[in-house]
């Protein structure tokens, strides 16, 4: 049963510290993105990748936000310093090309105090 | 700018009669379309889609509409269930053109009450 796995599931910090989120895509799939859930904004787009190479990171606030896939299995969102502003759910999803259909991992539900 | 429009934020139906979903878009390029079910704590899951070449998709009690000259989309769900009752996200896609990524509304809470 393929999924899109994400750790942690929840992640409660303090302002300032740093955060990490993992996340591995299917086997296979070429294509991962995050997303932030927030009820004002829906689904946000922060970044995604084609191959491991990053094709847009507009989404993201530059000075605090970085995205990376160190390889085909791993794609991680690290958040220095966080902000109380960064609570939000945050979702990866992998798919088999950008305009293809996308899965969900569980998302990561972060509170920063 | 929001390329994928879901005016409607709730919809409450009575368990066994239809619910309409309804998605509105405005990009042109646009030519793969989906539906998406979210659960509270859980991540969003793919439910049916449908590509610019068909009007209408069909897959159990799910039925999408596509009307390509109204920028409109919808989805059916017959007879609903409490079940059901879940965030609906639509989104869209231009596969033959360079838009790339999935373009997601902002959702319709779905309610279906006994």
């Known amino acids: 049963d393929a999924r899109v796995t994400q750790t942690p599931r929840h992640k409660v910090t303090e302002m300032g510290q740093e955060v990490t989120m993992r996340c591995q895509p299917i086997?296979?799939?070429?294509?991962v993105f995050w997303y932030r859930q927030t009820m004002m904004q829906g689904l946000e787009l922060l970044a995604y990748?084609?191959?491991?190479?990053?094709?847009?990171d507009s989404g993201m606030p530059k000075d605090r936000f970085s995205a990376e896939m160190p390889d085909a299995t791993l794609a991680t969102l690290k958040i220095q310093p966080s902000e109380p502003r960064d609570s939000a759910v945050y979702f990866c999803?992998?798919?088999?090309?950008?305009?293809?259909?996308?899965?969900f991992g569980p998302g990561t539900r972060l509170l920063v105090l | 700018d929001q390329q994928v429009k879901q005016n409607s934020p709730s919809l409450s139906v009575q368990e066994g009669r239809i619910s309409i979903l309804n998605c509105d878009y405005t990009?042109?390029?646009?030519?793969?379309f989906l539906w998406y079910k979210k659960y509270p704590a859980e991540g969003p899951t793919f439910l049916i889609s449908?590509?610019?070449?068909?009007d209408k998709n069909e897959d159990g009690r799910f039925t999408v509409f596509l009307n390509k000259s109204a920028k409109h989309l919808s989805l059916h769900i017959v007879p609903s269930q409490p079940g059901d009752s879940a965030v609906y996200f639509c989104?869209?896609?231009?596969?033959?053109?360079?838009?790339?990524?999935?373009?997601f509304g902002r959702g319709t809470q779905l309610t279906v009450w006994p």
């Open positions: 999803a992998s798919g088999f090309g950008l305009a293809e259909t996308q899965y």
């Open positions: 990748f084609r191959n491991r190479a990053p094709l847009d």
């Open positions: 989104a869209a896609s231009g596969r033959g053109s360079t838009l790339g990524r999935l373009y």
């Open positions: 086997l296979g799939h070429n294509t």
């Open positions: 449908i590509s610019s070449i068909k």
């Open positions: 990009n042109s390029m646009f030519d793969y």
